[in-house]
């Protein structure tokens, strides 16, 4: 009985120092997007105040923009881990981030998004294909019409080609 309590309280603890990360992380990235918001900015400032190299000024902001941007990846990846590890022990815990919606929702509404395209793409073929038909079975009757134009003056033709004939 003892050893359950001590291990209860280890799980608890160790749920309490990951939801203290979790904390943490959540701090460091609102950190990190301030200051990919601001260093940059700095850079660039001092590359116009400054008269000194240019390039060496640009070639710092991006590798500041870089820089940043593989921490918060970083950081956010770890918190992520840390989530999982906490909704497999805990199952109340709420899941809030910070950028952006969690995988499988983001998923969900690609997928709707996709199915939706297919119908406009369909429903635009099929628009397409009955404006053809419309527009193929107006040039039959027209291509009819002038067959029959075309049979009535032929006989016509001929009747005035025998009588130019007869006439000489």
Request: hydrophobic share 30%.
């Amino acid at each position: 009985m003892e050893e359950t309590r001590d291990y209860k309280k280890l799980f608890d603890q160790y749920i309490e120092y990951e939801k203290k990360v979790h904390e943490r992380n959540q701090k460091k990235i609102k950190t990190g997007l301030k200051v990919n918001l601001i260093l940059p900015q700095v850079f660039l400032l001092l590359c116009f105040i400054t008269k000194s190299s240019k390039p060496l000024f640009l070639i710092l902001w991006v590798v500041s923009l870089f820089g940043i941007a593989f921490y918060l990846i970083y950081v956010e990846y770890k918190d992520y881990q840390i989530r999982m590890i906490l909704a497999e022990k805990e199952s109340d815990i709420e899941y809030n981030p910070l950028i952006g919606a969690p995988a499988e929702r983001v998923e969900k509404s690609v997928n709707e998004k996709m199915d939706e395209i297919k119908k406009r793409a369909e429903s635009n073929k099929n628009k397409k294909t009955k404006n053809i038909r419309i527009e193929d079975k107006e040039e039959l009757k027209e291509q009819e019409k002038q067959e029959q134009k075309e049979k009535k003056e032929k006989p016509e033709k001929k009747q005035d080609q025998k009588k130019k004939t007869n006439k000489n």
